[in-house]
């Protein structure tokens, strides 16, 4: 079975811009979890999704946005980026929020 | 929030030698995962342990929630055993809470 995919899997960006980035959950699997990791810490969380709704959400600012699509696959977008968005982006994916999470290979994103 | 503590920091092993890392967090939790980062930034699932422990092959991962830690054995360390650790914690709102991460060396 395919484990979570995540799209693209590096990225170079100008600040100001826009960027998705792009995660297909395991086969059967309903909850999405986005997570940011900066070099030299733990991953922290962004967002939360389950049967396309939004669980939670991290301390982030309001130029970080999501969505989960009926196949359960998600979306992480981020407006006007800023050099400290530079960063690996993690999804996760487990058959509900409370089951063991798997992740995705992630996206890095590079700022500049 | 919850604070998840990981130590040590650092690890530096010789092949062959054993290790454990410690994972301390600060109130109840519904869940506890291991995950080693291998150097592309995949995090690897080890362990799902939220209480007792499980072994698989040379690892093995002691959970004692009514305490609030959790423990990860290394066994006869590989070179290929190199990497960060991470402990993450699951609370009431189902988010993972990671700590900072042990850092393994193993030198051949």
């Known amino acids: 079975d395919a484990g979570v995919t995540q799209s693209p899997t590096h990225l170079i960006k100008t600040r100001g811009q826009h960027v998705t980035l792009r995660c297909s959950p395991i086969s059967g699997h309903k909850s999405v979890s986005w997570y940011q990791q900066v070099l030299g810490q733990g991953p922290q969380f962004i967002f939360q999704y389950y049967e396309k709704e939004e669980r939670g959400r991290g301390n982030f600012p309001d130029r970080f946005s999501a969505r989960q699509f009926p196949n359960y696959s998600s979306e992480l977008n981020v407006n006007a980026l800023l050099l400290g968005d530079s960063a690996l982006y993690l999804c996760a994916s487990a058959v509900s929020p409370e089951d063991e999470a798997f992740f995705g290979q992630g996206t890095r994103l590079t700022v500049v | 929030g919850i604070q998840v503590e990981q130590s040590p920091p650092d690890l530096i092993l010789q092949e062959g030698a054993n290790s454990t890392l410690r994972c301390n967090f600060s109130?109840?939790?519904?869940?506890l995962q291991w995950f080693h980062q291998n150097p592309w930034g995949q995090l690897i699932n080890l362990f799902y342990?939220?209480?007792g422990t499980k072994q698989n092959g040379r690892l093995s991962a002691t959970t004692v929630a009514t305490e609030r830690y959790s423990l990860l054995y290394i066994s006869s360390s590989q070179t290929t055993d190199s990497g960060v650790y991470f402990c993450?914690?699951?609370?009431?709102?189902?988010?993972?809470?990671f700590g900072a991460g042990t850092t393994v060396t193993v030198r051949a």
């Open positions: 342990i939220p209480s």
């Open positions: 109130d109840s939790v519904n869940n």
């Open positions: 993450a914690v699951v609370t009431n709102d189902y988010k993972l809470s």
